[in-house]
């Protein structure tokens, strides 16, 4: 069964370091989204991606975050100064098309910055 | 208010049991409804979707009130492998513009026991 995958699955960073995490959708989804969830908190919607550029980001989604499609397969999270707050597991999830409301999640990056 | 709102629990129920979970939205624009289940410290992964009319998959059956903006699931017969926390899950007003971002509430907790 084809899966969502992501690397790494665990990233420590200093504070104020950029850090990039990777994603593969599955092969023929057509939009992405990243989310962040805080430990002991939900699930948050950061930015979704369709036809190779944004469509919406929450307002968490701000000068410090970028993503990226750089080839046919990965989706790319670019944090350019990581801070303290931005410790997080990190979401990547794909859907086919925008009537299929289905999204399927990744395993998640954890990202831990000290 | 919040946009999704969930009884955190933890809900604690011997084997056999049967549990409900319940859940409201706040926006009556909300198109697609979802429950997701997910493991501690992993990604959340769909349970099942909600339709108006209800709809059931083996031992869980999930019930949408648009009138009321309330969602319930319901678990019969609990496996110690149901334990989770549950996420009740809706789409953003696409009217908004937005591209089926998915809204999450803070999500239910079961423990089963034997």
């Known amino acids: 069964e084809p899966e969502v995958t992501q690397t790494p699955s665990h990233q420590v960073t200093q504070m104020g370091q950029e850090v990039i995490l990777r994603c593969v959708p599955i092969s ?10 805080i430990l002991g908190q939900k699930v948050e919607f950061l930015v979704s991606f369709y036809n190779n550029e944004i469509s919406e980001k929450s307002e968490i989604f701000d000068d410090q975050f970028s993503v990226e499609r750089p080839d046919g397969s990965n989706f790319t999270l670019k944090i350019r100064s990581t801070k303290l707050e931005d410790s997080a597991m990190y979401f990547c999830a794909s859907s086919p098309s925008s009537q299929d409301y289905e999204q399927y999640f990744g395993p998640g990056t954890r990202l831990t910055v000290t | 208010r919040k946009e999704v709102e969930q009884d955190p629990g933890p809900f604690n129920v011997p084997e056999g049991a049967t549990v409900a979970f319940n859940c409201t939205y706040s926006n009556s624009a909300s198109q697609s409804f979802f ?45 110690l492998s149901d334990s989770a926390t549950y ?12 591209y089926n971002k998915l809204i999450f509430g803070a999500g239910t907790r079961l423990a089963v026991h034997p």
């Open chain 1, 28 to 37: 023929n989804h057509l939009y992405f989204y990243w989310y962040r969830q």
């Open chain 2, 35 to 79: 429950w997701y289940r997910q493991d501690c410290r992993k990604e959340p992964k769909l349970l099942m979707s909600v339709y108006s009319s209800g709809n059931e998959d083996g031992r869980f059956t999930a019930q949408l009130n648009r009138a009321s903006q309330y969602i319930s699931l319901l678990i019969r017969d609990s496996k």
């Open chain 2, 87 to 98: 996420l009740c899950v809706v789409t953003s007003d696409p009217l908004s513009g937005g």
